[in-house]
């Protein structure tokens, strides 16, 4: 999230998920999907501490619908999330 | 068989303005049909094989480019950002 930086005032910097050149098009559900799941692989892979695992967390903050983040995450707990993780 | 004026090569000798036409919706067809085939076989958004390949953008790098005019960006330029964790 380094890229894109529009300072609105001196104490907040906003910032977006940036371009990722695996999804070009108009369309962006795939690069939500691939991020929500990329946090998990990361967590599983590097552990459930590891700081720069919430890059990916913040990049499907801002692009998914929260209706599909709490779906998921609920799905999660019960086992029958269809990513691999 | 007869077919219509115009599609025989008799017939265009005597109508020669229908060539332009043959031209340009035959070029427009086949530039459809090749641009859909385009999308088949490279757009992102299409898995083929769902089994072996089902998520064909995972093996594009950061630099690889699909649009085929890119005026404002420079795929050649682009990376992840560094703050992202390395989970290939």
């Known amino acids: 999230m380094s890229t894109n930086v529009v300072m609105a005032d001196k104490q907040h ?3 977006t998920a940036p371009f990722d050149a695996r999804f070009p098009n ?8 691939q991020n929500y799941v990329d946090f998990h692989r990361c967590l599983k892979i590097k552990g459930e501490d590891y700081e720069p695992c919430q890059y990916f967390k913040r990049v499907y903050k801002s692009l998914c619908p929260n209706d599909w983040i709490e779906k998921w995450d609920e799905q999660i707990e019960n086992g029958v999330f269809a990513g691999k993780i | 068989m007869r077919l219509m004026k115009g599609l025989t090569i008799a017939s265009i000798k005597k109508h020669p303005s229908l060539i332009p036409l043959f031209f340009f919706v035959g070029s427009g067809c086949l530039f459809a049909g090749l641009y859909t085939l ?5 757009s992102p958004d299409v898995s083929i094989d769902r089994k072996n390949n089902p998520f064909p953008y995972l093996k594009w790098d950061p630099t690889h480019q ?3 005019y890119s005026p404002i960006r420079d795929y050649s330029k682009e990376e992840f950002p560094k703050e992202r964790p390395k989970i290939d």
């Open chain 2, 66 to 68: 699909y649009k085929l």
């Open chain 1, 26 to 33: 108009q369309n962006q559900t795939r690069h939500c999907w």
């Open chain 1, 13 to 15: 910097q906003l910032r």
């Open chain 2, 38 to 42: 385009r999308l088949c076989l490279y």
